[in-house]
């Protein structure tokens, strides 16, 4: 009996020795402290979408366009990307318009935030004329955050709801398609900001793309028609007999300066560039094939008076010749300039 009462002492014992402390130490009036929320690691992402509707007024001449456009931003941070985001190739800021779609971002049910902007105004494409009339261009619209460096925000293309509109209509142009690229900006410099370091800074981007031709038909019919004419009324002089000098004459020359007026008509209408663009590679070899055939007419004349050319068949037969080698030759000439003019 004493045994048993023993051990039950013994065992409260070691049961109070476990429990005191614990009770002792606790604060009763202190409320239990609720872990710190760690924010994620590295920048917020931000999905960016680009939806064009409307794009008018490619003007070639100032190297400018104009786009209507809905861009929207998604994200889960703080920061809200639509207020510090900078269209960095508009030339009009004055003409810049945004409107956005809710007065306060919007929140999605899992957690993300979300803005659209609808903008409208002018910007700059430097546009390559060396392929006119069969060139193409890229409409670009250029967003990045003007504020926040990349080890804060970072853009991301939306691609799976960006494009361009169906109704999308630029006359004189074809809508080929579109890309869009997010990237980086690097400054060399901290632009005098030393909140953000000594050296050069970063910032994300997006680049949208539209890709527009000009139609095939434009160079066939407008470019390309009036050219052929003049050839077949200059190859035609050389079907003439070689005595009827006169009109073989009148018409090369005439040709001759069709061509030049035909040409200032173009050129005209384009920007001054420091190149030649592919029409002006073919007027070239235009005016070498009419130069030739004119050459050949007043040599031929000039055999033809002295009585040197006996045999007119001989000198008609050189004529048929002439036009096929010129015709050949300038079917070559047009396959090299295209292949070669980029």
């Given at each position: 009996?004493?045994?048993?009462?023993?051990?039950?002492?013994?065992?409260?014992?070691?049961?109070?020795?476990?429990?005191?402390?614990?009770?002792?130490?606790?604060?009763p009036?202190?409320?239990?402290?609720?872990?710190?929320?760690?924010?994620?690691?590295?920048?917020?992402i931000?999905?960016?979408?680009?939806w064009?509707?409307?794009?008018?007024?490619?003007?070639?001449?100032?190297?400018t366009?104009?786009?209507?456009?809905?861009?929207?931003?998604?994200?889960?941070?703080?920061?809200?990307p639509?207020?510090?985001?900078?269209?960095?190739?508009?030339v009009e800021?004055?003409?810049?318009?945004?409107?956005?779609?809710?007065?306060?971002?919007?929140?999605?049910?899992?957690?993300r935030?979300?803005?659209?902007?609808?903008?409208?105004?002018?910007?700059?494409q430097?546009?390559?004329?060396?392929?006119?009339p069969?060139e193409?261009?890229?409409?670009?619209?250029?967003?990045?955050?003007?504020?926040?460096t990349v080890?804060?925000?970072?853009?991301?293309?939306?691609?799976?709801n960006?494009?361009?509109?169906?109704?999308?209509?630029?006359?004189?142009?074809?809508?080929?398609?579109?890309?869009?690229?997010?990237g980086?900006?690097?400054?060399?410099?901290?632009?005098?900001?030393?909140?953000?370091?000594?050296?050069?800074?970063?910032?994300?981007?997006?680049?949208?793309?539209?890709e527009?031709?000009?139609p095939?038909?434009?160079?066939?019919?407008?470019?390309?028609?009036?050219?052929?004419?003049?050839?077949?009324?200059?190859?035609?002089?050389?079907?003439?007999?070689p005595?009827?000098?006169?009109?073989?004459?009148?018409m090369?020359?005439t040709a001759?300066?069709?061509?030049?007026?035909?040409?200032?008509?173009?050129s005209?209408n384009?920007?001054?560039?420091?190149?030649?663009?592919?029409?002006?590679?073919?007027?070239?070899?235009?005016?070498?094939?009419?130069?030739?055939?004119?050459?050949?007419v007043?040599?031929?004349?000039?055999?033809?008076?002295?009585h040197?050319?006996?045999?007119?068949?001989?000198?008609?037969w050189?004529?048929?010749?002439?036009?096929?080698?010129?015709?050949?030759?300038?079917?070559?000439?047009?396959?090299?300039?295209?292949?070669?003019?980029?």
């Amino acid at each position: 009996m004493q045994m048993m009462n023993h051990m039950r002492f013994l065992l409260l014992a070691g049961f109070l020795a476990l429990v005191l402390p614990a009770s002792i130490s606790a604060d009763p009036g202190k409320k239990p402290e609720t872990p710190a929320v760690v924010p994620p690691a590295g920048p917020e992402i931000v999905d960016v979408g680009v939806w064009p509707t409307v794009i008018y007024n490619l003007d070639v001449h100032s190297n400018t366009f104009y786009m209507t456009a809905y861009v929207w931003f998604i994200w889960r941070g703080d920061i809200d990307p639509s207020e510090t985001a900078e269209l960095v190739n508009n030339v009009e800021s004055w003409g810049l318009t945004k409107v956005r779609t809710y007065p306060k971002p919007i929140t999605f049910p899992d957690g993300r935030k979300y803005q659209c902007l609808r903008i409208e105004g002018r910007f700059f494409q430097p546009f390559s004329l060396k392929r006119f009339p069969l060139e193409h261009h890229t409409l670009s619209l250029s967003l990045e955050d003007n504020t926040y460096t990349v080890d804060k925000i970072i853009y991301r293309l939306d691609q799976k709801n960006s494009g361009i509109d169906p109704g999308i209509n630029i006359p004189g142009w074809s809508v080929k398609s579109w890309s869009g690229l997010a990237g980086i900006h690097h400054f060399p410099t901290n632009l005098g900001d030393q909140t953000v370091g000594t050296e050069g800074v970063d910032y994300g981007s997006i680049t949208f793309k539209v890709e527009v031709t000009r139609p095939v038909n434009f160079f066939l019919w407008k470019m390309m028609l009036p050219v052929m004419i003049v050839l077949i009324a200059n190859w035609t002089a050389l079907l003439l007999h070689p005595t009827q000098l006169a009109s073989r004459v009148a018409m090369t020359g005439t040709a001759l300066l069709t061509t030049v007026f035909l040409e200032q008509g173009y050129s005209s209408n384009l920007p001054e560039v420091n190149y030649l663009v592919l029409m002006d590679k073919i007027y070239v070899v235009v005016y070498l094939l009419i130069i030739a055939s004119l050459v050949q007419v007043v040599i031929q004349g000039a055999l033809e008076k002295r009585h040197l050319l006996n045999e007119f068949k001989n000198a008609q037969w050189v004529d048929k010749i002439s036009v096929v080698i010129q015709a050949v030759a300038f079917i070559l000439a047009l396959i090299f300039i295209n292949a070669t003019t980029r």
